[in-house]
């Protein structure tokens, strides 16, 4: 029996006000609003540099930027979900413009979809500068944040708003990728990528993905490559010379690598789909 007073559903709300629920019909996931603030918990160890102001105390301590400004902000909360009464929050991810953030490598790995935590935002008022939205930071807000907001389009395409929700979707069900397959495949790989410098291994390439023989501790890891979507073809004989440059190093440590296998979504099985991780360089932001 639930005592009189306790919150019976966290999740439970009062009815939308006046107007709220029209309103948050305008609203669809992947659209940016202005001046959101970044905020965050942390414990006694700051892990996030540079260290962040504290705008509350006690064990949990409630961090906000540096500067306590304010940001824009991607919805990442499914449009379905802005009008169920049960559900009185919006999850908003940071935005920011990155050209002075990141290198000439990160940005190009950034706006190609090879970072799986930053999303390139391609409408018209993002063309002069490079924006991005980071999906390591999900923020809650009532939703009544959205009545002084207007939504603002984050991209040029209904093809790019699909692919928002297949980067949020992959993010949560893709499987682990074991340590030992990250630093001796996927960290060396990256590394050789970035040694090359002619980027041949990038041309042509939509994302990355392993597929291990167990998610503890690899033995066998196949390397797929997939292709992009405009009609460009990854470089075989790069990725085979990219292949040959990480084998014998990861040998040393017990580890068969298979590949590289070039494919495309389209052929790309649902098994292999399913049981494999996209991988994205750890230096690139």
Not at 6 to 23: I, K, V
Not at 35 to 44: K, T
Not at 185 to 205: E, L, N, Q, T
Request: hydrophobic letters at 40%; charged letters at 25%.
């Amino acid at each position: 029996m639930i005592e009189e007073g306790t919150q019976r559903d966290f999740g439970e709300s009062n009815p939308p006000s006046d107007g709220l629920r029209e309103l948050l019909d305008t609203f669809r996931q992947g659209d940016i609003v202005d001046d959101v603030p970044l905020f965050f918990g942390n414990g006694a160890e700051p892990l996030w540099k540079p260290e962040r102001r504290h705008v509350a105390d006690g064990d949990l301590t409630i961090v906000s930027d540096a500067e306590g400004q304010l940001t824009k902000a991607m919805i990442v909360t499914q449009a379905c979900d802005f009008m169920r009464s049960d559900n009185p929050w919006v999850t908003m991810c940071p935005v920011y413009e990155a050209t002075s953030r990141l290198d000439a490598g990160q940005l190009g790995n950034a706006t190609s979809g090879r970072t799986g935590h930053l999303i390139h935002l391609t409408a018209d008022w993002a063309q002069e500068e490079i924006w991005l939205a980071d999906l390591r930071l999900e923020m809650p807000f009532e939703k009544t944040i959205l009545r002084t907001k207007s939504p603002i389009a984050a991209f040029a395409s209904e093809e790019d708003y699909s692919l928002l929700a297949e980067r949020l979707g992959s993010r949560r069900q893709r499987p682990a990728v074991p340590d030992n397959c990250l630093e001796h495949v996927v960290g060396p790989m990256f590394d050789a990528i970035r040694a090359r410098g002619d980027h041949r291994c990038s041309a042509g390439v939509r994302e990355i993905r392993v597929q291990c023989d167990n998610q503890i501790n690899a033995r066998l890891v196949t390397l797929l490559v997939i292709a992009s979507d405009d009609g460009n073809v990854p470089d075989e004989e790069a990725w085979n010379e990219l292949l040959a440059d990480i084998y014998q190093g990861a040998a040393e440590q017990d580890i068969t690598v298979l590949g590289p296998e070039i494919t495309t979504l389209d052929v790309l099985t649902a098994r292999e789909l399913l049981t494999s991780s996209p991988v994205a360089d750890s230096e690139s932001s």
